[in-house]
């Protein structure tokens, strides 16, 4: 999810990480909190909706009441009592579990495991890829979301690579009129992708992200982050997308786009917002479609044994390395 | 080695990976529980 979503102290949202059932809160400083989203009396979710400013996350079965940090606070009736005794009741041990969290580009990430590197070393590669761009300028401009009939795995590799844009996205820029790549792949720890010069960027009538050098060279940036979060750059556009599978064949796209300054939100670039988010929600509509094309292929047994295109896929290779990593001995996919 | 892997460095995954449910849940929790 995205700490915008969370404007507010007290704003809850439930989200599912890896099949568990989880809340993120807005908490009275100001900070994005994740917990397990499971009441300590009888693991009824605590929060089953989102909802907006509330003191305290309040279990709807019992209404057993945690504060924003987690600690249990009220448990009334437990005791039959309608002012219930303290000592019925040790609530010290009974906060709601916590999750390891941070924000970055307003992106919430999660740590279930609670051992991975710290959030700043994951996301250092493309902190050093874009540090020549002034990224606080950016505001958010649209959010939306869709769901796709297909593996998360084929979402992503159906964004990191553009061989398939002349066919499937019409009104895209052509990129195949040269023998050498207009692009550059990257991968560097858990960023993977490819830049291409501005030249051949998305325009807009909208202002640029800054440069903090003014003569350094611009390009156009299609990233991830292992595993699920995508990061693109476009010139005055940053979209970020969050992946989450939610089977193994079916899966949801969480996208916010951001503008410079006012042209997030003002008036005179509402026609060029209005027009961005018709030009992607007809990208994704295509992408979609190709997307499930892959998924229903591989009901097939002969859909093994695929290819990569030296030229044009090389970092579909390289998400594929990082997941194979991860899982180990765990499959021989 | 297939022959994706002799042109390109690289093997596709397999079709398990995007249909098989027992790689799913495998998924679910080295990939994204980080265990």
């Given at each position: ?8 102290a007290g704003d809850q ?10 809340v993120?809160v807005r908490d009275r400083?100001?900070?994005?909190r994740?917990f397990?989203?499971?009441c300590r ?5 605590v929060v089953?909706?989102?909802v907006r400013s509330q003191p305290t996350l309040r279990c709807p079965?019992h209404g057993w009441a945690y504060a924003l940090d987690g600690a249990l606070r009220a448990t009334p ?14 609530r010290?041990?009974?906060g709601l ?237 | ?35």
């Amino acid at each position: 999810m995205f700490a915008h979503q969370l404007p507010d102290a007290g704003d809850q949202i439930p989200v599912q990480a890896a099949g568990l059932p989880l809340v993120a809160v807005r908490d009275r400083a100001g900070n994005v909190r994740v917990f397990h989203n499971v009441c300590r009396h009888r693991a009824s979710l605590v929060v089953p909706e989102p909802v907006r400013s509330q003191p305290t996350l309040r279990c709807p079965y019992h209404g057993w009441a945690y504060a924003l940090d987690g600690a249990l606070r009220a448990t009334p009736l437990w005791d039959g009592q309608r002012v219930p005794n303290p000592a019925a009741l040790d609530r010290t041990q009974l906060g709601l579990r916590q999750v390891r969290c941070g924000v970055w580009s307003d992106v919430v990430w999660i740590d279930l495991s609670g051992t991975a590197p710290p959030l700043e070393d994951h996301v250092a590669p493309l902190t050093t890829l874009w540090q020549g761009y002034d990224m606080t300028t950016l505001r958010l401009a649209h959010y939306e979301t869709g769901q796709i009939e297909a593996n998360w795995k084929l979402a992503i590799e159906a964004s990191i690579e553009n061989y398939h844009e002349p066919f499937v996205h019409e009104k895209l820029p052509a990129r195949l009129d040269t023998a050498q790549p207009t692009f550059t792949e990257v991968a560097q720890g858990a960023m993977f992708g490819f830049v291409t010069p501005a030249d051949a960027a998305l325009r807009s009538d909208t202002p640029l992200v800054p440069l903090r050098d003014p003569t350094a060279h611009r390009c156009d940036n299609l990233c991830y982050l292992f595993p699920n979060g995508q990061q693109n750059l476009f010139g005055g556009l940053a979209v970020r997308t969050i992946w989450l599978p939610l089977g193994v064949d079916r899966c949801e796209w969480r996208t916010s786009w951001y503008l410079v300054g006012d042209a997030a939100d003002d008036d005179t670039h509402r026609p060029a917002r209005d027009a961005m988010v018709a030009f992607w929600r007809q990208l994704r509509v295509e992408d979609k479609r190709a997307i499930e094309w892959m998924q229903r292929g591989r009901a097939s047994p002969v859909a093994d044994n695929l290819l990569l295109s030296p030229f044009w896929e090389r970092s579909i290779g390289t998400f594929h390395l990082l997941w194979r990593a991860r899982m180990g001995d765990a499959t021989d996919a | 080695m297939d022959a994706a892997a002799d042109v390109t460095g690289t093997i596709p995954l397999r079709r398990a990976a995007y249909t098989d449910a027992a790689v799913f849940r495998s998924e679910q929790q080295r990939v994204f529980a980080g265990g």
